[in-house]
């Protein structure tokens, strides 16, 4: 059947590495908020600047709610939330629009979720190319459908 193999084609890589389960991805979005909605530019090269970065690293305040928030507070806070209601899309799209090292920041993340999300795409093709498959064969002369 070769609708169902090309329907298929695009889980081969995935088939092979693997994708993040949707709890997994939801999991690490939490451990990663703090880091996404903070990010930083690398220090500049001076002393002054190396020693601010590392004094900033030490603690790290962020706010999760109200009007005081931050654009990149506000879209991790989004994602999360789109997350914690099993919108992964939601979650990518709040994370697509930082910039800088807020995006950097997210990154990583957001391939894993967007690398599940095309898996999921993927195996609802392949879902909907077996159930074709199975209705022409059920229907056509001499199967056993009706």
């Known amino acids: 059947h070769p609708d169902i193999a090309a329907a298929a084609q ?4 995935p088939a ?4 993040a389960s949707r709890a997994a991805l939801i999991e690490r979005l939490r451990q990663l908020a703090p880091q996404i909605a903070t990010a930083r530019p690398p220090p500049k090269d001076t002393l002054k600047s190396q020693i601010v970065a590392r004094l900033r690293g030490l603690v790290t305040i962020r706010r999760i709610d109200g009007d005081e928030q931050t654009p990149a507070e506000a879209a991790v806070t989004a994602a999360q939330d789109d997350a914690a209601k099993g919108d992964l899309a939601g979650a990518v799209a709040a ?3 930082l910039d800088g090292p807020n995006k950097a920041a997210a990154e990583p993340w957001l391939k894993a979720a967007k690398a599940r999300l095309d898996a999921e795409a993927a195996l609802r093709q392949v879902e909907a190319a077996l159930a ?6 059920a229907t056509a002369p001499g199967g056993q459908g009706g």
Do not use: C, E, F
């Open 10 to 13: 695009p889980l081969a890589g």
């Open 132 to 137: 074709a498959s199975l209705g022409n064969a």
């Open 95 to 97: 994370l697509d629009k």
């Open 16 to 19: 092979q590495t693997g994708v």
